[in-house]
């Protein structure tokens, strides 16, 4: 995309972030560009004081983007390393494993020094063994949180103040940093205190400069042989080359780093060869199945390539990755647009959850940008630029025929924005993009049913009808007409919208004496169920049937919550009242429990079992259907 366009219309977009501008020096352009999110010192007008007050920015911005790298110019990552432990003995201790020293120090910095430092420590002149491994971190984390305790308890009444506020937090991670800094400092002292302890004589010896004695030369060099000594000291030393510029010394580092396009060997197939080498292992017969898994696995584990949003990457070692972020396209919105191609953005969405094929929305963007810019190959769209050239006629002159320049002027037909055009089809493909990797999207494009599914849920006002629009949902799953991927993410659509609903109380709109008000249907039935008597609960049970399914239960909850004994008397009597009752009975209770699931239009609206919450009127209902026992019979 256009630099030029996306300063006017994104300025802050991660496009230009991360590519500076090009001047030719890369070493400079990258240094410039980091300056502008340096520690700098800033003024804001401050409204309560009503003055000016000066602060530094910091450079956490300049932190962040100089620990992302831009893979393949459009995806975003950071190197992780010290991950883990890389071989077998580091595996049998996992207090030393830096994931979980990070989650007793609570950063990672600290957690790869504190690893570093007990192995140097435990390692002073004897070869590490587990247990004392082990033995050393607990000892480190112990020290750490006894001192963070002392550190809370000396500054309890600060915190005391500053709970409930985000200062808190920072005060506690600022402690937390004190304590691993003071631990530490003392395990990297004790650790260089043994490490010259234990040295032995040999390592001394190692790190004194070698002395070589210098005896009287018994041969004498001749004049010339002399010359030539003395030219091959100054070669050495000069290196008889000259003095280049920084951009030329720059330019050609980065140049001894770019291979050859081309190369004159033969190409051969590395994974073929060692496919051979184990062939040739396993025919010999000496090897076992397992060795040649080792070396397989070992073979992948090196030489891995794996795929992150197109661009591929080398698994490096077990204690090392590369994290993806995300890539550029990530941040591109239809604010990127222009503010009158903006509106293409939300028609294409609407013809791509429609089921349109891409052909079809290709045809669609180029009638409208051809609607905003105008149709390139229409003649009214295009205006005549004049061009000047220079070119060469024969002259003849005394001595001889000859050549000379001269200059003219021709016209040339142009479409003036073809730039801004196809910025704003770059934009948009990126957008068509994205659509296609998000899988509701993509999956509303391709299924006319997983459309319908997803339009009836996204539509409902009511619980019944997600009940509904769930169940057939399954249906169709079990027929095939959607896949199982497609199922659950209506599912979870399905939880998502449900849970709303019964989360947020159904409000109406109505007018009275010419001014419209906003009510809440259930609000009057919940205070009556706060302070309703016994005897008129008939009354709320034939009330309730007016509001929603899941306004009704938040009735119901109201009164179990702030009425429960009265609550639990509804429902031990029905239960007394299903357990006791003969073959008839329980025929009449299946008849006056009954309420109809579609339309939630009840037998006997006045009936007790209304004012049970779902999940007690399943276990009545459960109770209902189970046979009677002899005893009752009998009874």
């Not at 010896?205 to 018994?218: K, M, N, Q, S």
Request: proline share 4%; glycine share 4%; hydrophobic share 35%.
């Amino acid at each position: 995309m256009l630099t030029k366009f996306l300063k006017c219309y994104a300025p802050s977009s991660l496009h230009l972030i991360f590519n500076p501008v090009d001047t030719g020096s890369p070493n400079h352009d990258f240094n410039i560009h980091l300056e502008q999110f340096g520690n700098k010192r800033d003024t804001v007008y401050c409204p309560i004081s009503n003055n000016r007050q000066h602060f530094i920015t910091g450079n956490i911005a300049r932190i962040d983007l100089e620990s992302i790298q831009v893979i393949g110019g459009r995806v975003l990552g950071h190197l992780e390393s010290e991950l883990g432990p890389v071989d077998e003995a580091e595996q049998q201790h996992k207090i030393l494993s830096i994931p979980y020293a990070e989650k007793q120090l609570g950063n990672i910095d600290d957690a790869i020094e504190f690893v570093r430092v007990i192995k140097q420590a435990v390692t002073a002149g004897v070869e590490a063994d587990t247990r004392s491994l082990q033995i050393w971190a607990s000892w480190g984390y112990s020290e750490i949180r006894e001192r963070y305790a002392t550190l809370l308890r000396d500054n309890s009444e600060i915190l005391q103040e500053s709970k409930n506020t985000p200062r808190h937090a920072h005060l506690l991670t600022e402690f937390q940093a004190a304590a691993n800094k003071e631990v530490l400092s003392e395990l990297a002292i004790i650790a260089i205190h043994l490490t010259a302890v234990t040295a032995t004589n040999e390592e001394r010896l190692l790190d004194e400069p070698e002395i070589h004695p210098i005896l009287p030369r018994e041969e004498r060099l001749t004049p010339t042989e002399r010359k030539e000594l003395f030219e091959a000291r100054c070669s050495e030393l000069l290196d008889h080359h000259d003095t280049r510029s920084t951009f030329a010394s720059e330019l050609t580092m980065i140049c001894s780093r770019i291979g050859s396009p081309t190369s004159s060997a033969s190409p051969h197939d590395d994974d073929a060869q060692f496919q051979s080498y184990l062939t040739d292992l396993a025919d010999s017969g000496n090897t076992t199945y397992e060795t040649l898994e080792a070396l397989q696995e070992s073979h992948e584990r090196v030489t891995e390539q794996y795929s992150e949003g197109g661009v591929v990457s080398l698994h490096m070692s077990d204690a090392e990755r590369f994290v993806v972020d995300g890539t550029l396209d990530d941040d591109v919105t239809s604010d990127y647009l222009p503010p009158d191609a903006r509106s293409i953005t939300n028609e294409m969405l609407h013809l791509f959850i429609e089921g349109e094929d891409f052909q079809t929305i290709d045809a669609f963007i180029e009638l409208r940008l051809n609607q905003l810019y105008g149709d390139p190959s229409d003649k009214a769209n295009r205006v005549t630029r004049t061009m000047r050239a220079v070119g060469t006629r024969p002259i003849t002159t005394r001595a001889g025929n000859r050549e000379t320049l001269f200059e003219y002027t021709y016209p040339v037909s142009t479409y003036p924005n073809r730039e801004e055009r196809q910025y704003a089809r770059e934009v948009l493909d990126i957008l068509l993009e994205a659509m296609q990797q998000d899988f509701i999207l993509r999956s509303m494009n391709r299924s006319a049913h997983f459309r319908r599914f997803h339009n009836l849920i996204a539509e409902a006002t009511d619980v019944r009808q997600l009940i509904d629009t769930i169940k057939d949902a399954y249906q169709s799953r079990l027929r095939r007409t959607i896949t199982i991927k497609m199922f659950t993410a209506l599912n979870t659509l399905y939880v998502v919208k449900r849970a709303r609903l019964q989360s947020t109380p159904l409000r109406v709109t109505k007018t009275i004496n010419g001014s419209t008000k906003l009510f809440e249907p259930a609000v009057p039935l919940i205070a009556l169920a706060k302070t309703i008597a016994p005897r008129d609960l008939r009354t709320l049970a034939t009330n309730i049937h007016t509001l929603p399914q899941h306004e009704r239960e938040r009735v119901r909850h109201v009164l179990r919550t702030e009425r429960p004994q009265l609550y639990d008397r509804i429902l031990n009597g029905l239960l007394k009242i299903v357990r006791k009752a003969s073959p008839d009975k329980r025929r009449y209770l299946r008849f006056a429990f009954y309420q109809d699931r579609q339309t939630g239009v009840p037998n006997q609206s006045h009936n007790m079992i209304h004012l049970l919450t779902a999940s007690d009127n399943a276990a009545i209902w459960q109770q209902l259907k189970e046979p009677q026992t002899i005893t009752t019979l009998a009874a």
